[in-house]
């Protein structure tokens, strides 16, 4: 009865554990490792489902759209213009589906001037106030270039240089199945297996439509990616210390060796360059794991944000859960 419960609660392990290994983790993450990213992936979802269901309701509106989850991470520009074009290029595929036209040729009539896609407008930036635009070019033909776009663009050329360094060194069937890991998602066919997941209902009374459960499933792929680099940047940072440590250790060993006894240092040659490593021996490339406890570090790192004064006479003050 509990394995049966367990498994209902944790259905994205596969998900995750390749999702891990596209980010630097390996092939074969621990599984209190993975329980624990879904575990603040679930609950990252249900914090952003039930904030943006409050700001839809200031709207006194009754569904969510995805500007209610863009304003919720308005701070952080470079999501936002990844979820701003993830949600155009979804808007291409949609027409090209409804149209009965190939992806490739909007795509290509989109590259040569002619944009089909259409442009998602924060009605909280000053310049979609207007009902006019106020700056036009001189030739309606040649329009300038959103400054977001190319931002949006530089940051997916600069995430597939960096696979390509990651992949530099792989073999045919390693890059296969990378390539495969690659294509993992939470919500790509899978919305009635995230609804059920994260059973938003029973926090909020809106029901999201496809968009947002698609918003939400890009959003997952980010929560991971930044929780996985975080940790493993920690998990680097300790091994360093630990090794500076050890070097010390083995230093002061050194200096207390000398006073020794001839018997005492007559050791086998072949044990003392085991412990302590030879001249001619190779660097332990081999990596380790992630641990929870990296995890639950990079959460907390995570969640340091500078949070306004509001309690003058000092004491605790309850502070929100912040968004990864």
């Known amino acids: ?157 600069q995430r597939l240089r960096d696979a390509d360094q990651v992949t530099r060194a792989m073999t045919r069937e390693e890059y296969v199945h990378y390539s495969e890991c690659r294509q993992a998602s939470f919500t790509y066919r899978k919305g009635k297996r995230f609804r059920e997941w994260a059973n938003m209902n029973a926090f909020v009374d809106v029901r999201p439509n496809d968009d947002i459960v698609d918003s939400l499933g890009f959003l997952t792929y980010e929560m991971v990616s930044k929780l996985t680099t975080t940790a493993l940047h920690i998990a680097k940072c300790s091994h360093q210390k630990e090794e500076l440590t050890g070097k010390r250790k083995r230093d002061d060993d050194d200096d207390g060796s000398k006073e020794k006894t001839d018997e005492q240092t007559s050791e086998p040659a072949s044990q003392t360059s085991e412990s302590a490593g030879g001249l001619f021996s190779l660097p332990s490339t081999e990596q380790t794991p992630l641990q929870p406890e990296h995890i639950y570090e990079a959460f907390r790192r995570l969640q340091q944000q500078p949070q306004p004064i509001k309690n003058f006479r000092g004491g605790l003050v309850r502070t929100k859960v912040s968004l990864i």
């Open 1 to 157: 009865m509990a394995m049966e419960a367990k498994k209902s609660k944790y259905r994205f392990q596969s998900e995750i554990q390749q999702m891990m290994f596209v980010f630097g983790e390996v092939a074969d993450p621990l599984q209190e490792t993975t329980l624990l990213v879904e575990d603040i992936v679930r609950s990252q979802v249900i914090e952003i489902v039930i904030q943006a269901a409050a700001q839809a309701a200031r709207r006194n509106s009754r569904y969510l759209n995805a500007e209610d989850l863009i304003f919720l991470m308005r701070h952080d520009r470079a999501k936002v213009n990844r979820l701003r074009s993830f949600l155009s290029w979804k808007d291409v595929r949609k027409n090209a589906k409804e149209s009965g036209d190939q992806v490739e040729d909007v795509v290509e009539e989109t590259n040569t001037g002619k944009p089909s896609r259409s442009i998602i407008k924060l009605p909280w930036e000053l310049v979609n106030q207007f009902t006019d635009v106020i700056v036009k070019p001189s030739n309606p033909d040649e329009e300038e270039e959103d400054e977001d776009e190319l931002e949006a663009y530089n940051d997916s050329i």
